[in-house]
């Protein structure tokens, strides 16, 4: 027989109980250094967490500053600021260095604010700072244990610090716990513990010391079940259950202990399945949620009965100007985004179209105005609906969309449709393969072509036939260069009518840089080319007679003895001064002289040859050009015909007027070589033939 069964059962309890003790000792020391462990382990999670928040943050902001709402500089200012106001717990917070372990920011202690920290060390001898720069550096996150004091003391702590790289901007961004806090959390847990194991050993010594005096040898076989019982062993029978004393009694507790263990078992078993299934089922809501709040373009919040808000997404957030969705929610949502009117004069609450959605309806508006962080407003459309639960309106859920960037392409598109409509221009839209898209008003009025009568054809269907196909050539090789081009050019008209126009074509392209569209504006020059015409007539003919003024006749007699010269041709100009003239002036009037210089003008082009030419020099002068003259009989039978046709009476009107014409003649090459000095020498000798009696000619050379 071994030496426990010769054992009496007192002996035996208190080896049972020496070894519970024994257990419960290792039970409790494998449980602090799980606790330990586990503790540790969240402190790390819950640092990296915030830590890789606070990173979020600032990806959030280099966002905004690619997607041109914010510049770099500000998008830094509001990143740091936020940081700095952000804690958790009693004394953890953040701060920022640079790769090189140069302070950017630090919450607690500003002193160190842009310092170069690389050679500060802590109390264990650790350059720290460096030690983050080359941790976020080669792994881009890590921890670090060093030495620092806690915000408010001077002594160092052991502390445990978690470092991440935000590469765009070269920040390091970090945060720690302190061991200290974790080290009292551990202190209070081993207190409970072994609080409890003294009073489980008192228990236990106890009843072993009364159970040594009182049962006898089944006591061990009742004790085995319990043993085997408390191990969770459901399975075998407890024996003494038909006695009637103490050891029945315990026999028969102990039976109902067991059927209520197993009746336990199968409710913890369920509870526990229930409240996985459960918590799972949170989790995935949750996560849902969080996706679509990340996900949808619009901004989402929700707000309850007070108008409080329960739930913000990270566009509504960014929309509204404020750093983050968890900062949106709690707040009074009509004092955040839409307390006032476009104008900035307040909306009253009880106006306010969110508000009104508690009352049970739907809430839609397409001119809202939302309000941002800085004191700015977009406009907004926004739709209300209510939160129902078993009937009741619990809150309101607001969709809103920023439609700034909307309204101003309507804008343009509204002044470009008022510019296409209303230009003076005529303006063709084709498409790449040169089909007719779209042509406005001013075509229509230039072409005399409506859009129907155009709309898919080439426009081709214009062309004058005056260009050579080289022409086109030209024009398209610089359009498919990706060139504009630009030119005069002749079209042709419904009617049938040619003109000219001055085109401009450009080629649209789309996001690929092929060639979308193209657009033709072009100005009808038709008009114009008559203005041109007659500006140039008026100002080189004159206008009673439509003759030559006296600029543009110099102008033909330069070119005239050009000719001559090159010819080895002579020439004359006669200088005309009518006689008498101003005496018809006066007596019959001013109307009757204009009446007698356009029929003296008339008179002098049939006196003279076609291959001669007439001008008007001044009020009653007149020049006259002879070309190509054999000898000087020439030019005497012309200024004799001249003489004579002039002296006829001239019949205007009811009145008859009657002048004579004093000629001087100068001739080329004999008197001079240039225009202007042939015409001076030719007034000389106008005035010696007024000298020697009137209505006859004089030679400058005699």
Known sequence: MSLLARMRIAARLHMIVSAMIVALTLVIAGGGL?????????????????????????????????????DEAHAKQQALAALAAMRYGDDNYFWVIDPDSRMIMHATRPDLNGRDLTAYRDADGVALFAEFARVARESGSGFVRYQWPKPGHEAPVAKLSYVELFAPWGWVIGSGTYADSLETLLHRAAFRWA????????????????????????????????????????????????????????????????????????????????????????????????????????????????GLCTLCSPSAARMLGQPSADAVVGQD???????????????????????RALDGLPEVMNDAVMWRADGSSFPAECRACPILSDGAVIGVVVAFRDVSEHRKVEEAARMANAVFNTTSEAILVTDSANRIKAVNPAFTRITGYGIDEVAGRNPKMLESGRHEAEFFHAMWASLNDGDFWQGEIWNRRKNGEVYPEWLSITPIRDHNDAVADYVAVFTDLAQRKRDDDRSRHAANFDALTELPNRKHFLDGVTQALSRAQGSNKSAALLYLDLDRFSAVNDSLGHAVGDRLLQMTAKRLRHAVRETDTVGRLGADEFGVLLEDLTSQDDTITVSQKIIDTLGQPFRIDDHAASVGVSIGIASFPTDAFDATALLGKADIAMYKAKETGRNNYRFYGG
């Open 34 to 70: 799980a606790l330990w462990q586990s503790q540790i382990e969240a402190r790390r999670d819950q640092t990296r967490d915030v830590v890789q928040s606070a990173v979020s943050l600032a990806k959030e902001q280099f966002r905004r500053v690619q997607a041109g709402e914010i």
């Open 195 to 306: 609080a409890l194991f003294l009073a489980g050993s008192v228990a236990t010594a106890g009843a072993a010391w009364m159970l040594s005096r009182r049962l006898s040898g089944p006591l061990g076989a009742i004790s085995h079940r319990m043993v085997r019982l408390s191990n969770g062993d459901r399975s075998q029978e407890i024996p003494g259950l038909s006695r009637l004393d103490e050891i029945g009694q315990m026999a028969r507790a102990l039976q109902v202990f067991q059927r209520q263990a197993e009746q336990l078992d199968l409710l913890v078993s369920d509870d526990a399945a229930t409240a996985d299934h459960a918590a799972q089922a949170r989790r995935i809501d949750e996560a849902r949620v969080t996706a679509l709040l990340n996900a949808v373009g619009d901004g989402v919040y929700a707000i309850d009965r007070q």
């Open 333 to 355: 949502m009509h004092a955040l985004a839409h307390h006032s009117h476009a104008d900035g004069s307040p909306l009253a609450a009880a106006d306010s179209w969110v508000l």
